[in-house]
C-alpha cells in the first residue's frame, strides 16, 4: 500500500457546488497531515493543515479520522479559482519527512 | 523576506551532458528539500538537508545524481551525464525547523533534456 493514496480525478464541478476529496494513509505517514494546492506549472503551496479534532478555514474544512486512516478536504461554494490540483500530506515518523500525495485535479467550471 | 529562489528558471540540455540547479532557501530555514516532478506526476522525494549535512538521500534515482548544501544555506544539485528521462521540474523547498513542518517551495527548475 502507498503511503499516502488519492483519487486523481478529474473532478469537475459547477460553480457554488461543495466537493469533497478522501486521502488514504498508511501507517509511516500518519504523524501529522495537510493539505496542499498546486497550480498548473506552479509550485505547491500549504492550503491547511489538518488537526485530529477536525478544522475549517474559511469555505475549506479538512478532517482526519485515524480509525480508517483517511483525511478529506470539503470546499463549500466552490469558485472558479479553486481549480487546481490538491496533494495530500503525511508525515512519517515524529521527525520523518512529509510525503505527497499524487494529487486530486479540480475543476471548477462556470 | 524572499522566498524560495531557484535557478536557473529552465535549462535545455543534450543527452550525456552534466547540469547544475541551485536552491536559496528563505533565509533562516535550517532545511532543504529537493524533489522532481515529471508532467503529471506527483512529487518525487530526491533529498533533505538539516544544515548542511543529508539525513535522507534515500530518493536519488541513481548515482548520477549528488546534492550539497554549503553554510547552511545555498544547495546545488548536480546530474551528472544527463538522461532523457531525467527531464522533469525539479522543485526545491524550505522550512524552519525541520522534516515534517511547513514547507515553502521554490518555482521550480524545468529541466528538458533533448
Known amino acids: 500500500r502507498k503511503e499516502v493514496e488519492q483519487d486523481p480525478g478529474p473532478f469537475n464541478v459547477p460553480e457554488g457546488a461543495t466537493v469533497a476529496f478522501n486521502c488514504t494513509y498508511s501507517?509511516?505517514?500518519?504523524?501529522?497531515f495537510f493539505w496542499y494546492r498546486q497550480d498548473c506549472r506552479k509550485e505547491p503551496k500549504l492550503l491547511m493543515s489538518?488537526?485530529?479534532s477536525g478544522n475549517e478555514d474559511g469555505r475549506f474544512t479538512a478532517q482526519l479520522n485515524r480509525a480508517s486512516q483517511y483525511i478529506s478536504l470539503l470546499i463549500r461554494d466552490s469558485k472558479l479559482s479553486d481549480s487546481a490540483t490538491y496533494l495530500c500530506?503525511?508525515?512519517?515518523?515524529?521527525?520523518?519527512?512529509?510525503?505527497f500525495g499524487k494529487g486530486t485535479k479540480l475543476s471548477v467550471k462556470p | 523576506g524572499a522566498g524560495v529562489s531557484q535557478s536557473p528558471s529552465n535549462k535545455v540540455t543534450e543527452k550525456g551532458k552534466d547540469v547544475e540547479l541551485r536552491c536559496d532557501p528563505i533565509?533562516?530555514?535550517?532545511?532543504l528539500y529537493w524533489y522532481r516532478q515529471s508532467l503529471g506526476q506527483g512529487l518525487e522525494f530526491l533529498i533533505y538537508?538539516?544544515?548542511?549535512?543529508?539525513?535522507?538521500k534515500s530518493g536519488l534515482p541513481s548515482d548520477r545524481f549528488s546534492a550539497e548544501r554549503t553554510g547552511g544555506s545555498v544547495s546545488t544539485l548536480t546530474i551528472q551525464r544527463t538522461q532523457q528521462e531525467d527531464s522533469a521540474v525539479y522543485l526545491c523547498?524550505?522550512?524552519?525547523?525541520?522534516?515534517?513542518?511547513?514547507?515553502?517551495f521554490g518555482p521550480g527548475t524545468r529541466l528538458t533534456v533533448l
Open positions: 533565509s533562516g530555514h535550517t532545511a
Open positions: 489538518v488537526y485530529s
Open positions: 500530506v503525511g508525515r512519517r515518523g515524529s521527525q520523518g519527512n512529509l510525503i
Open positions: 523547498a524550505s522550512s524552519l525547523v525541520g522534516a515534517g513542518y511547513e514547507q515553502f
Open positions: 501507517n509511516s505517514a500518519s504523524q501529522s
Open positions: 538537508f538539516q544544515g548542511n549535512s543529508a539525513p535522507d
